[in-house]
């Protein structure tokens, strides 16, 4: 029944957005991105705004990305994971595409806002030589270059910074 009222909510109700809001003040998106040596974090929230005219809301958002590979911090209940509590999301063609819809029960009083945070991080995949002195300037100890995102900056690090060498 959910994955039948998603998909009809999702054919009915959603479009994307290409800004951090769209016309009717269905959603609101906002977000900052912070860059710190290879990994540049996107933080932020969503917000459905439920009423009586719209009280199934929907968001489908296209969010562009640096290049790199999704990821997410390493203090969480899935380290390493992307914060994203969306119905779906999908990494297509360098972009983020989030989706989220939300049904107001026959108890709730309308209008309603429901808000979702959000938190990842895009890793870089080619690395020069620069980045190798900056990984060594930060070795045995936290920091940016912690690219497995295991808490600390080592050989598992560096053996993935060669991997991944001026590719």
């Not at 906002?30 to 705004?49: D, F, H, I, K, M």
């Not at 999704?70 to 595409?97: A, M, R």
């Amino acid at each position: 029944m959910f994955h039948l009222r998603f998909f009809m909510a999702m054919v009915v109700a959603c479009w994307a957005a290409t800004s951090n809001s769209n016309d009717n003040d269905e959603f609101t998106i906002e977000y900052e991105t912070t860059t710190e040596g290879q990994r540049t974090t996107y933080s932020g929230s969503a917000v459905l705004y439920m009423s009586e005219d719209q009280p199934t809301p929907c968001i489908s958002y296209v969010m562009d990305l640096v290049d790199g590979e999704l990821s997410g911090p390493t203090i969480s209940g899935d380290p390493g994971q992307p914060i994203l509590p969306f119905d779906s999301w999908q990494v297509v063609n360098g972009s983020l595409v989030l989706i989220w819809c939300e049904t107001a029960s026959e108890y709730q009083s309308l209008p309603v806002m429901v808000p979702r945070g959000f938190t990842f991080d895009v890793v870089r995949t080619t690395y020069s030589p620069e980045d190798l002195l900056e990984l060594l300037e930060q070795w045995g100890g936290e920091g940016s270059w912690d690219l497995n995102g295991d808490g600390m900056v080592d050989g598992q690090d560096l053996a993935q910074l060669l991997a991944h060498w001026n590719r």
